[in-house]
């Protein structure tokens, strides 16, 4: 307001950051009043897939009728085609030949990192709540050991290593505003700190003293989490805090403020955004409908058909149940009955009347249920994208071509969601090979193969950087399914040999390239379990037609397999005098 001097006063810095954390606080409130249905709906999705006897209390009456669980069935199909245990890197150089041998030192640093943060598994859990809703990951730093770090704690570091943590939907905060989360105003997360550790770092301590404590078990009631926890012990209760951290992308902050909206609400601490674009939070989702921020939760589409075949199945074990096959007899002839009761197998029994005992059976499964769940079942088979195709689990149809018409089908919707995983992916090994590029202090010893069982020492570190980052594309290995089954590798490793090797063989031979047998057989023995270490014996090396001295080699040298060599010079031929006249 303007002063008796004319001059207008600066504006009062600390109340107008209450102001605005109280803003911010009233806003994350109806970010979770918007996302309490679809909260909801996530947490009865899971509690399908789970079973009822995953949580330790006493699950609900609809998880504990449902004998058939179609929902594990289904993910624990599709998973294992979306996403492996193991991410690896892949980083090239932008049009710039010179920078191709740094870009494999910093492709093996990349590789590191995601080994010691494990974020293939991490990438498992996102898939999974992609698939029953929204997948979301927070690139941060991490400022402990990843070895010593406690759970994933939730809030922005200064320096350390990269690392990505999965967020569950049920402590996300998204602006309500947005009909598209890349364009929302405020993104950020809730989590728990122990008091003690909260008081020992930079959060304001006047505001921790007027903040109320929480327990692990209370703040996760009513979540998903919360399934496999257990009811409130007030004798075994750890008092935590819990905190929201919100990132703004207009300010470049990262602000926390309490969980607890009050009128006094303050910033607890205030971070100046210096990580990659795009910020530190990151969401996979299958299915996005328009001017929607979150995804729909692929298992949604076939959750009521599990619902409704689980009801038929539960009507046969019913019916089942009532089935019975009793013998009746007319009154009067208790003899005749007592004494076919007390017979045996194959004896011959006589009565007084054979008309008057007979055998009735009442109750049992009506034939019609069962046709019904078999086309309930189909129609699932259907909805789901033909898993018992792409699961290798049943043929389905009686001729080749409508197999493959199905798994080409099949093929398509798990590429398209894969496809999705693997962008998802890149975003995420991106940001955090941003950290691990600016990161001002971290040293590296790395061990790089350069062929023939060998490898090479290198250091990764600040002053060995060449270029910028920019300069790099960096981009994550597609995932082949089933690529950690030794078996399955044997299968793809033979069909190389037979549909690749073999036929370029000739080619090869020209242009100077051995193959190395001995180690191929063992390579192969390896995925089968087979020693076939003693099965190769060193002998002398054939010349002939099909196999000789590779080009170049010396006397007595082995050559590749399938090489035509020098060939010795053959005596000619003495001529036979021809006679005269002769032909």
């Not at 692929?298 to 019913?318: A, C, E, G, T, W």
Request: hydrophobic content about 35%.
């Amino acid at each position: 307001m303007p002063t008796d001097t004319g001059v207008i006063d600066a504006p009062n810095i600390k109340t107008s950051k209450t102001a605005s954390a109280i803003r911010l606080a009233k806003a994350c409130l109806a970010s979770d009043n918007k996302l309490k249905a679809y909260r909801a709906h996530n947490l009865a999705l899971l509690q399908q897939y789970c079973g009822p006897y995953y949580a330790t209390f006493a699950p609900t009456e609809q998880a504990k009728r449902e004998p058939i669980n179609t929902l594990y069935a289904i993910v624990s199909i599709m998973l294992p085609n979306l996403c492996g245990t193991t991410v690896k890197s892949r980083v090239k150089a932008k049009g710039n030949p010179e920078l191709g041998a740094f870009a494999g030192l910093y492709q093996l640093a990349a590789d590191h990192i995601l080994d010691q943060m494990e974020y293939g598994l991490t990438q498992i859990r996102i898939v999974t709540s992609a698939l029953f809703g929204t997948g979301i990951a927070k690139t941060i730093l991490e400022t402990k050991p990843l070895e010593q770090a406690p759970d994933f704690p939730n809030w922005l570091q200064d320096a350390g290593w990269p690392y990505v943590g999965q967020v569950s939907i049920d402590d996300y905060i998204l602006d309500p505003a947005a009909m598209c989360r890349e364009a929302a105003a405020f993104e950020g997360n809730d989590f728990l700190i122990p008091i003690e550790l909260a008081r020992e770092s930079s959060y304001d301590k006047d505001i921790l003293d007027r903040m109320t404590a929480t327990h692990y078990n209370e703040a996760h009631q009513d979540k998903s989490s919360g399934l496999s926890g257990s009811q409130p012990d007030p004798e075994e209760f750890i008092e935590f805090y819990k905190f929201r951290e919100i990132y703004l992308p207009y300010e470049k902050m990262i602000v926390t403020i309490p969980f607890e909206k009050t009128d006094e609400t303050k910033y607890l601490k205030e971070v100046e955004y210096t990580g990659p674009e795009g910020g530190p939070y990151d969401a996979l989702m299958f299915a996005n409908p328009e001017n929607n921020p979150l995804g729909i939760p692929p298992v949604s589409m076939f959750y009521d058909l599990h619902l409704v075949l689980n009801s038929l199945v539960r009507k046969i074990q019913r019916q089942s149940l009532r089935a019975k096959k009793i013998g009746v007899f007319q009154r009067g002839k208790e003899q005749d009955a007592e004494a076919i009761t007390n017979s045996s197998d194959g004896d011959m029994v006589g009565i007084a009347d054979a008309q008057s005992v007979k055998e009735f059976e009442i109750g049992g499964a009506d034939p019609k249920n069962y046709e019904a769940v078999n086309v309930l079942r189909e129609m699932l088979n259907w909805v789901a994208g033909n898993p018992d195709i792409s699961g290798g689990l049943n043929a389905g149809e009686k001729t080749l071509g409508q197999d493959e018409m199905k798994l080409t089908q099949a093929s398509a919707r798990l590429g398209r969601m894969q496809a999705l995983v693997h962008k998802f992916n890149k975003r995420v090994l991106r940001k955090s090979c941003w950290y691990l590029w600016t990161d001002p202090q971290t040293r590296l010893d790395l061990l790089q193969s350069i062929g023939e069982g060998m490898q090479i020492r290198r250091t990764w570190s600040p002053e060995v950087r060449e270029g910028e980052f920019p300069d790099y594309e960096i981009d994550v290995e597609p995932f082949i399914a089933s690529a950690d089954s030794p078996l399955e590798q044997y299968r793809r490793t033979t069909q190389l040999i037979t549909n690749i090797i073999i036929p370029m063989l000739p080619m090869a031979q020209a242009q100077g390239v051995e193959i190395d047998l001995g180690k191929l057989m063992k390579d192969l023995g390896s995925k089968l379990d087979i020693d076939t270490s003693e099965w190769l014996k060193q002998g002398v090396p054939m010349v002939g037609p099909t196999t000789g001295m590779s080009p170049g080699a010396g006397a007595g040298e082995p050559g590749m397999i399938g090489t035509r060599g020098p060939q010795p010079q053959r005596a000619a031929k003495p001529s036979m005098p021809q006679a005269r006249g002769q032909v």
